[in-house]
């Protein structure tokens, strides 16, 4: 028996989840047969990725040049101890990761 | 093996946005590793009916294929010709026999209740709406049945009554998946002995009416 009965609300819910690979193959399957069938879904689903796979593209956000020297600066400075002064484990990294998975085929 | 692949008019995947336009006869390959999430997707014969939308493609797959409840996936693919037969006609058509199958189940659940002859009525408006695609007879025919008093415990006469509107609505409103589904759901809701799993069975009759209305090969499970 399939575990299509899912609500739009349900659906609306998960796509985030379903984006990023995160539901079981079972809710996966229920989720995309939902969407053949309701319209409405399908488009939300199809703005989301959209939307999302534009920020993928965009994995990396370079960090201004001038907060970079700033930075060095810091990092060369007799005073700085090596840890931001946040504390220990804020220290970001010069590039960032905003998405996981892509898309499937 | 033959393998077919539904896309969106514009020629983009249906869910992953992938854009085949102008890839057919050429391999496109996963990217990253392939699983029942990521990999190119594709259908069997009887996995049609899951994954109804626009356009439908064959597809030649290449590496180990790894087959799924209703979808194999690959680490390859290549879109080949297009299946012409597939038209909105096609799927006006497919719906159609949905809801005459709707109301087959509605109709068998009446004559298991001794309503012969609402089932009847029910048989000759469904025939009406398969050869002229008058559905007024039918929707009121269906709407009787919703109301009829049903004194047996655990039958499904008026659900499935309810189903036959349903499935008119969509229809007349919706993809072909739409009625595709109310039509398993209904198969599933019938209260006899009608096989181990009368969802999957009525997802397989759909999968032949496809196989044969498309010109495609029988698919391997009858139904």
Known sequence: MSALGLSCEVVFDLTGAWYDDELSENDQNAFEQHLLLCPPCLAYSDRLRRALGALAEATTVAMPAELVERLVLREHSPSHSGLDESGPGQRRQGKMRIIGNGPRQ | ?223
């Open chain 2, 1 to 223: 093996m033959s393998y077919y692949k539904f896309l969106l008019p514009s020629g983009l995947g249906v869910f992953s946005g992938y854009d085949w336009r102008g890839s057919a006869g050429f391999w496109v390959d996963a990217d990253g590793p392939v699983g029942c999430r990521a990999g190119i997707h594709a259908c069997r014969v009887e996995d049609l009916p899951y994954w109804l939308a626009d356009d439908l493609w064959r597809i030649e797959l290449d590496g180990p294929v790894t087959a799924y409840e209703n979808k194999v996936v690959a680490g390859r693919g290549r879109l080949g010709e297009k299946v012409e037969e597939w038209t909105g006609q096609a799927a006006l058509e497919f719906s159609a026999a949905c809801v005459g199958r709707v109301a087959y189940h509605a109709a068998a659940e009446l004559r298991d209740v001794g309503l012969a002859s609402m089932a009847e009525d029910i048989d000759a408006a469904v025939r009406r709406f398969a050869e002229g695609g008058e559905w007024d007879a039918l929707t009121e025919c269906a709407a009787e049945c919703v109301q009829v008093p049903v004194r047996h415990p655990g039958s499904a006469a008026n659900l499935l009554s309810a189903y036959i509107g349903d499935a008119l609505e969509s229809f007349r409103d919706d993809p072909p998946a739409a009625a595709a589904y109310i039509a398993a759901r209904a198969a599933s809701q019938r209260s006899g002995s009608v096989g181990d799993d009368p969802y999957l069975d009525e997802r397989r009759w759909q999968a032949f009416w496809l196989a044969g209305r498309l010109g495609l090969p029988a698919p391997s499970v009858a139904p």
